[in-house]
């Protein structure tokens, strides 16, 4: 499997190549400011301990404290790592929020352990890294296999560490804990919002088959988003496999059948199918929604949509991006398409900074202006270089932090 901080690097350099920046940034973006390795003893339930490896990558603060998620799985590692903290740079920046870019991870399956032990994994997590975040410095959230429960182990941990309770430190918490309204739903909602400005200058039509890889927070939102907003989802995957039904999928009751089942297979009037067979439906969008490297240059052949919405990190390789370019198939890049979550996270910060609590409304509407406001801008550079869409974002957000910059110098 390709290393995606390489792939990451690979989309910085195309995007310099299209348009010289400050050469002082654009070395400074080939490095973190800042990879953290933590160990992490843990005593299991039945009396042993485990040691556990973690990771912060607080990639460049340049545009405000290091921002970015924390990632539980088995197959996370430093390279992971540092590639999600640069993408969070270059998508702060899009989003337009001032905050720099951050991430975090324990190399952890959490279906192994108790509630318990993810309790005080969590707060070890939070013990080694006290001393480093802070909402001033670096305000993680949560991202694949963490929740707001384990946001709320988090930011209780910081408060007893340090005695701060403005609970501004993790985003992405409970409501009753200082979480924001509409924090579950960002990302979906926010790739929606990126969608419908796109939609039309991308030619597609006002109702579009949809087929979504993922069914978990960002993947099950997403698609029951566009799917109250009249769109077919004709398909969706989880770890397991999928299902497909030509006509549409009813998600609730979807929903419903994987929590009885435990899978979404044998679901009523659909066919099971492959993640890879999901991957080359025929379709309008194709919504990536799981993890990287899923559309490489192996596959990407087999692509029938017309559209790729990256609502997951990474998930087209440089080289499957090139290719899919060269047939004109329209890739709306994950440092735009999924930054409704941060946003909404910079939402959440912001209220606890002030200690106000936003109505859903106040959220959404705001994110709706956020979203529309950078895939226009994004927009705009793709049609001013002659480029694709990623590298149209990617010299946007240099721009941005090379700005920036130039006021700190
Ligand atoms: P999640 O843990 O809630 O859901 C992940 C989903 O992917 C699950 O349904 C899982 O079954 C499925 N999955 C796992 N392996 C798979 C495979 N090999 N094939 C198909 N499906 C598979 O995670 P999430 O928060 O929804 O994050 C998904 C992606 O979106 C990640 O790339 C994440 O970095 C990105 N993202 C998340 C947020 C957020 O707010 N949660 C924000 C921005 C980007």
Request: charged content about 25%.
């Amino acid at each position: 499997m390709s290393n995606p901080f390489d792939n990451a690097m690979a989309q910085l350099e195309k995007a310099l190549q299209i348009k010289s920046i400050n050469t002082n940034l654009a070395q400074k973006l080939h490095y973190p400011d800042r990879d953290i390795r933590i160990h992490i003893p843990i005593s299991m339930d039945d009396g042993s301990t485990r040691i556990f490896e973690g990771y912060r990558v607080q990639y460049d603060n340049t545009l405000g404290p290091y921002k970015g998620g924390i990632r539980y799985h088995q197959d996370a590692d430093i390279n992971e790592v540092k590639a999600l903290a640069f993408w969070m740079t270059i998508k702060c920046a899009i989003a337009g929020i001032p905050m720099g870019g951050g991430k975090g991870g324990i190399k952890v399956n959490p279906k192994d352990l108790s509630e318990k032990e993810i309790e005080r994994l969590s707060r070890g997590w939070v013990q080694k890294l006290s001393d480093v975040i802070g909402p001033h410095k670096d305000v993680p959230a949560p991202d694949v296999n963490t929740t707001p429960l384990i946001m709320s182990y988090m930011v209780d941990e910081y408060e007893k560490i340090t005695g701060d309770t403005s609970g501004a430190v993790i985003t992405g918490k409970p409501i009753d804990k200082g979480g924001s309204e509409g924090r579950g739903p960002a990302t979906g909602l926010g790739g929606f919002y990126v969608f419908e400005t796109l939609r039309g200058k991308i030619g597609l039509p006002e109702k579009c088959k949809v087929v979504v890889q993922g069914f978990g927070n960002v993947g099950f939102n997403g698609a029951k988003i566009f799917a109250q907003h009249g769109h077919s989802i004709i398909a969706v995957s989880d770890s397991k496999g999928g299902v497909y039904n030509e006509n549409g999928l009813d998600l609730e009751k979807l929903a419903d059948h994987k929590k009885n089942t435990g899978s979404l297979a044998d679901f009523e009037g659909s066919k099971n199918i492959s993640n890879e067979e999901l991957l080359a439906l025929p379709c309008d969008v194709l919504a990536p929604s799981a993890f990287e490297n899923v559309i490489t240059k192996e596959n990407v052949h087999s692509i029938q949509a017309k559209v790729i919405l990256e609502l997951a990190n990474g998930p087209v390789t440089p080289e499957a991006d090139d290719i899919l370019f060269s047939k004109n198939i329209a890739v709306i890049p994950d440092v735009l398409a999924n930054s409704g979550g941060v946003t909404v996270s910079f939402f959440e910060w912001d209220q606890n900074l002030k200690n106000e609590h936003w109505t859903e409304k106040d959220v959404f509407d705001k994110l709706q202006e956020y979203m529309q406001s950078a895939s226009l801008a994004v927009w705009q550079k793709k049609e001013e270089y002659n480029t694709s869409l990623r590298v149209g974002a990617f010299l946007l957000a240099l721009e941005r932090i090379g700005e920036k910059m130039k006021v700190l110098k």
